[in-house]
């Protein structure tokens, strides 16, 4: 068959709380996002009998380069991440990358918001968001923008609606709470909960996600729909005119909730 490797298969390993480090494996490379522990991606490695090829990280909050140094140390493998991570190689969104071994290139996209510099990586059909976008949520704004994080958002939502979101946070239910405040008529947004508590209570990850499914229940895909900007005024009691102005103080109504 295919001499340069088997198809993408993608580990879940779970680190602190709600992290999850996602580490690609094909059977020429091994491909670790946001490891913000070493240990686990470690004990991973071991068992596949594989080293680190590479590192690609989103940004540079503790959670997810922690492990970078100690990974680095034993597999001397690149890293690939924004000016604020000690990387090989710099990015700044709009790069492809062609990381030895790995059967598909990566495309890097520049999602700013959580942070001002925050980096997202799509490969094939599957996107790995970082802290940019979650199941039914977003990320805080840091030092990015809400304008930042809206047209961040967007320009995910342009993706094919098939793309798989793989974000760094469990932080899914938590997230529906808040999306069943603000759409209580959302069908979509019962059915979600329902899964996703299926899916904590057999102990599973309710990740990833289809671009699809998010546009349906994510209240910050949403903010446009009139539906999600009602509940916004009727929140915040006055009325407002701008995009941007419904998009932040809906991330401000979640930050409070
Ligand atoms: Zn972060």
């Not at 991973?44 to 594989?50: S, T």
């Not at 599973?204 to 229940?217: G, I, N, S």
Request: glycine content about 6%; some cysteine; charged content about 20%.
């Amino acid at each position: 068959m295919c001499s340069r490797g088997k198809l993408l298969q993608v580990l879940t390993l779970p680190a602190f709380n709600d992290n999850y480090i996602w580490l690609l494996v094909e059977s020429t490379a091994t491909v670790v996002v946001d490891p913000g522990d070493a240990q686990p991606v470690i004990a991973a490695l071991d068992e596949l009998q594989k080293p680190l090829s590479a590192i690609l990280v989103t940004h540079h909050h503790w959670d997810h380069v922690d492990g970078i140094a100690e990974l680095v140390e034993k597999y001397q493998c690149p890293v690939y991440g924004n000016t604020r991570v000690s990387a090989d190689y710099l990015l700044q969104g709009g790069e492809t990358l062609d990381i030895a071994g790995l059967l598909q290139k990566v495309q890097v996209l520049s999602v700013p918001g959580h942070t001002s510099d925050h980096l997202a990586y799509l490969i094939g059909e599957r996107l790995f968001s970082g802290d940019t976008l979650f199941s039914a949520g977003c990320g805080k704004l840091f030092d990015g923008t809400a304008q930042q994080l809206l047209n961040s958002l967007e320009q995910i939502c342009a993706l094919p609606e098939q793309t798989l979101i793989y974000p760094t946070h469990e932080y899914t239910q938590n997230n529906l709470r808040f999306a069943k405040a603000v759409e209580p008529d959302n069908v979509w947004v019962d059915q979600r909960i329902e899964q996703a508590l299926q899916l904590r209570g057999q102990g599973l990850t309710t990740l990833p996600v289809r671009l699809v499914d998010e546009k349906r229940y994510n209240p910050f895909l949403r903010s446009r729909e009139n539906s999600v900007k009602v509940a916004i005024e009727n929140h915040i009691g006055r009325s407002l005119n701008q995009d941007v102005d419904f998009f932040a103080e809906l991330r401000r109504w979640k930050d409070n909730f």
